[in-house]
């Protein structure tokens, strides 16, 4: 308890205080250090999100404390078995991500490649950028308002499922590091916090052994061949597209059709449907010939 005496010595009695009550209650798997009561206050906050929405909120002011232009959190690998709505929450403009989409960025972003391979944190100063593609998918950041200089801390959550916490600042890589670095520690706590709770808010496992009804699946398949779901339900008889729809997404807890649909071909579902009838030629009576004429 030497250390404690000496911060009652030098007049922080109620740090010493509260660091004999963590000691004595041994509870210091808990316990949380920040260097500035900004980023300690911030951490409160974080504690008290319950939805995606609150998260939203939270990205903002995490990016200014850290003076950074932007914050997102994404996700980097997941499961089959996993269902994740939404799989990134941003502040970056409506303008970045709409060209991040179009031109399909995400091929070549070198942030979210390093992500995948590493479970450190990384300035964006460390990344490989000299092919022209890559060179001009940092200059658009940077026209955007987005910027090219940047951090990311990426972590396994379970299984396989893999998040990150991204900063992107519009200061040289330079300015951006000498401004971060003193902040890393304050950063990863903070970070650990809003990962693993955007992994519970957003992600849900849906159980590969088990599946919707035969009917459903049906609707499933003929989408995946390029049905409408109108067509598919007077191929098989349902009633109501409508219905059908919201069986489908209420059943694989998504908010749209196409992400149910890719929720059960990840999971396999459609690979083990019974034959139907359209799915067999036969050569009985009746049938058409074969091409070569011998049927």
Not at 150 to 156: A, E, I, Q
């Amino acid at each position: 308890m030497t250390t404690i005496g000496s911060l009652k010595d030098a007049g922080e009695d109620t740090l010493a205080a509260d660091i004999l009550r963590i000691a004595q209650s041994q509870d210091i798997g808990t316990l949380r250090v920040f260097r500035h009561e900004e980023a300690e206050q911030l951490s409160g906050r974080i504690d008290d999100v319950r939805d995606t929405a609150g998260m939203g909120a939270m990205l903002k002011p995490l990016a200014a404390l850290f003076g950074a232009n932007h914050a997102t959190v994404h996700v980097v690998t997941d499961t089959p078995s996993m269902l994740i709505d939404p799989r990134v929450i941003t502040t970056y403009p409506d303008s970045w991500i709409t060209r991040y989409v179009e031109r399909s960025y995400s091929a070549i972003d070198p942030v979210i490649a390093r992500a995948r391979s590493t479970d450190g944190g990384f300035f964006w100063d460390s990344l490989e950028r000299s092919s022209p593609r890559v060179a001009g998918f940092f200059a658009s950041a940077s026209e955007l308002g987005v910027g090219a200089a940047g951090y990311t801390l990426p972590k396994r959550i379970w299984k396989d499922l893999r998040v990150a916490l991204t900063l992107s600042s519009v200061q040289t890589d330079l300015a951006f590091r000498d401004a971060m670095e003193p902040q890393l520690g304050d950063f990863e706590i903070i970070a650990e916090q809003v990962l693993r709770s955007f992994a519970e808010l957003a992600s849900e496992e849906v159980r590969a052994d088990s599946r919707p009804p035969l009917e459903l699946l049906r609707l499933l398949y003929a989408l995946s061949q390029g049905a409408t779901l109108e067509e598919a339900c007077a191929r098989y008889g349902h009633p109501e597209a409508a219905e059908a729809e919201a069986e489908i997404r209420a059943y694989y807890g998504t908010r749209t059709l196409v992400q149910a649909a890719m929720i059960a071909a990840r999971l396999r579902h459609l690979e083990a449907l019974p034959f139907d009838r359209s799915d067999i030629a036969g050569t009985a009576d009746g049938a058409a010939p074969l091409p070569d004429g011998s049927g």
